[in-house]
């Protein structure tokens, strides 16, 4: 089914239902009509899973059992990297290795869309050098900042 579609895979060790469907609904709005999977309910949907019609995909990319290195995405996303399933990378640095795998996984016409606030994921852009990255957040280095945010 990715195959066949441009996808965001949307990985990250916090916050990936929350971005998936910020990420589907903006695309939603603008008539891209995407096919979304998620891994929670999209409030917007009332359910984790739709079928669109437009030629992109958005999907939680899960990295707890490593399968998400094998998605096919385009637009590979990575808010966070904390040490979380360990037992499954066999340590910090495994996990590591596992997002990567996960931006080198994109195609040379892809790019990796990364918050640079996060430690791990500023160091991520240093270990990978034949990707294109997008960074966000709110430091003054990122290309996308976000400014004047109100809770």
């Not at 916090?14 to 695309?27: E, F, N, Q």
Request: proline share 4%; charged share 20%.
């Amino acid at each position: 089914l990715m195959r066949l579609k441009w996808c965001v895979s949307v990985a990250g060790t916090h916050g990936k239902t929350t971005t998936t469907s910020l990420v589907a609904c903006l695309l939603d709005a603008g008539g891209v009509d995407p096919t979304v999977i998620n891994g929670g309910i999209v409030n917007a949907y009332g359910t984790n899973a739709r079928l669109g019609t437009g030629e992109w995909m958005v999907v939680e990319a899960d990295e707890s059992d490593g399968t998400f290195v094998k998605l096919p995405a385009t637009l590979a996303v990575v808010t966070n990297i904390d040490p979380e399933h360990l037992d499954f990378y066999g340590g910090f640095d495994g996990l590591r290795s596992a997002f990567e795998a996960f931006v080198e996984n994109i195609p040379f016409y892809g790019c990796a869309i990364v918050c640079i606030d996060h430690p791990e994921v500023q160091a991520l852009i240093g270990r990978v050098r034949d990707r294109r990255f997008v960074t966000y957040g709110t430091s003054p280095q990122a290309d996308l900042r976000a400014i004047n945010i109100c809770t």
